[in-house]
């Protein structure tokens, strides 16, 4: 990881975007990763078809974190489907991290999206 | 002790990891493999590979011979009277599995008592829930205290139990269980005992008569050998009386369109072509380790892991899990660095050439029971040094900088 993009993550780490709920989400969901114990939960709230907020609380690692708050804003503006299509190489784009070589790594990086995907799925 | 020397023998120790020495602290996951058994399995590839029992010709007699001569070194190794108690399977998962298919479907019914610790590692934990739920037998956890010590007291729950399994050395606190007391004690009960080795029988001294447990289970590949080969003990006895649970070649004496006869042990428990150059590896570790001596390397893993506690113990901030007592615990040493996540910890010392364990380390009930979130766990074995856990205590420094903690 380059000194940029480690002090990105850092900070995003310790002050999160969109960190918090949305008391009246149309969507929300919560997954862990049972391997290290990260949870995130996130609330998705949609009008006519877009996403026009987007929180998230839980707790784990920086990667986690960071994408929790990159994804959330990315989110804004979107559709559902938009969002069932995204895959990991978004969230790599998103994270402005290549972590095709550590894949460990890209499973936290991906716990926000599957989160995101899972409140989606669910019933309204 | 020679370390210098030993290192030597490990040719993955002179790869550079970004241009700096490799410091593999992870040997509580996989250890590194010698050139001794790295060349005893590929010699075995090169020069005698062929399948055993069954051939007559000269590849055949010769593997089958390196198959059964592992088989006599691992019953030394951990002094059973009769090779035939050894079996070998694919790791410790397997060999418990074989206990709990084979023998906890038969003896555990609705009602019986099954005794655990609450520091076991998830193969020694979930196919006893398992068997528990399915046989609505009760599962009681022998407690641990805040040092992750079972509980003054706990074996009491060893009273009126049919079965107990416990782990011998901790796989997060590095906690050494005084299994021959629980051995004994379940014994006394008339309970059948599980010794989970897979911490233990790489790092020190493994005598199955002094532990008096009815099976013991270890894995090769933390003990210098290639992965996908264990062992599994069983005293013979029990093992006579078992049926299999793996069917199919070789477990079979005589085989019929609507009937058969069980081959003898251990080769009942082993049907299909078996993991033949793994055991060949197995074997030559075992020699390997002989050679330097189990004493040895538990003096040397002492050592190294009293250094750590003193010198992570003086760093602010770092909190070590387990005991503080190196006499209590083996080269295992887990750690919480306050305001930085696990995950964290060891993918910045990666970049510094240090591997590191982090999460729960297959055994979230540990941890839940201790009150930990994940942590970050160093792991030492013959070839590691205190230069290398000054170098991981320097760059743990660095990591608290990196995030202002």
Not at chain 2, 11 to 20: A, E, Q
């Amino acid at each position: 990881m380059d000194e940029i993009a480690r002090e990105r993550i850092i900070e995003l780490y310790k002050n999160p975007l969109n960190f918090g709920t949305i008391p009246d989400a149309d969507y929300t969901a919560e997954l862990r990763n049972s391997a290290c114990g990260d949870i995130i939960r996130i609330y998705l709230q949609v009008k006519n078809n877009k996403i026009i907020d987007a929180k998230f609380e839980g707790e784990g690692c920086a990667i986690s974190m960071a994408s929790a708050s990159l994804l959330t804003d990315f989110l804004k503006g979107k559709t559902p489907e938009e969002v069932r299509n995204l895959d990991k190489d978004d969230i790599q784009k998103i994270l402005g991290m290549d972590l095709s070589r550590n894949p460990s790594r890209l499973r936290c990086a991906l716990l926000p999206l599957e989160t995101a995907k899972k409140a989606l799925a669910g019933s309204k | 002790m020679d370390v210098e020397k030993i290192r030597n023998d490990f040719p993955i120790l002179k790869r550079k990891i970004n241009g700096k020495k490799l410091i593999y602290l992870d040997n509580g996951a996989t250890s590194q493999k010698p050139i001794q058994v790295i060349d005893a399995v590929s010699n075995f590839y090169k020069k005698n590979n062929a399948n055993i029992h069954r051939g007559i010709h000269i590849l055949s007699e010769e593997s089958t011979l390196m198959y059964d001569d592992s088989r006599n070194k691992v019953s030394r190794f951990i002094h059973s009277k009769n090779p035939e108690e050894i079996i070998f399977t694919r790791n410790a998962t397997e060999s418990i599995n074989l206990v709990m298919y084979s023998w906890g479907k038969e003896n555990i019914s609705r009602g019986d008592k099954i005794v655990i610790s609450e520091m076991e590692h998830h193969s020694n934990l979930i196919p006893w829930v398992v068997l528990a739920k399915e046989k609505g037998a009760t599962l009681e956890y022998l407690e641990l205290d805040k040092e992750g010590l079972i509980k003054e007291g706990e074996l009491e729950k060893i009273k009126g139990a049919k079965f107990v399994s416990v782990v011998h050395v901790s796989n997060v606190t590095g906690v050494i269980n005084d299994v021959e007391k629980i051995c004994r004690t379940a014994s006394e009960e008339g309970a059948v005992s599980l010794v989970d080795a897979s911490q233990s029988a790489p790092h020190m001294k493994v005598d199955i008569q002094s532990i008096g447990c009815d099976f013991l289970a270890f894995t090769g590949h933390k003990m210098l050998a290639p992965t996908g080969i264990g062992v599994l003990y069983g005293k013979k006895e029990i093992l006579d009386s078992m049926n299999p649970f793996l069917f199919g070649g070789e477990m079979v004496v005589e085989a019929h369109k609507y009937d058969m006869r069980w081959n003898s042990v251990p080769y009942k428990f082993e049907a299909g072509t078996p993991n033949i150059s793994g055991a060949v590896g197995l074997g030559s570790a075992v020699d390997y380790l002989e050679q330097i001596g189990m004493e040895n390397i538990r003096a040397h893993e002492k050592k190294l892991v009293s250094y750590a506690l003193e010198k992570l113990g003086a760093v602010n901030g770092i909190s070590i899990i387990g005991p503080q007592d190196s006499s209590r615990r083996s080269g295992i040493i887990t750690f919480e660095v306050k305001g930085v996540h696990p995950h964290d910890v060891a993918s910045i010392l990666s970049e510094e050439g240090i591997c590191l364990r982090s999460g729960y380390h297959c055994a979230q009930p540990l941890h839940e029971s201790m009150g930990l979130q994940p942590t970050t766990r160093a792991s030492f074995y013959i070839y590691n040094t205190e230069e290398e856990i000054d170098f991981l205590i320097e760059n743990l420094v660095k990591v608290k900088k990196i995030f202002g903690v």
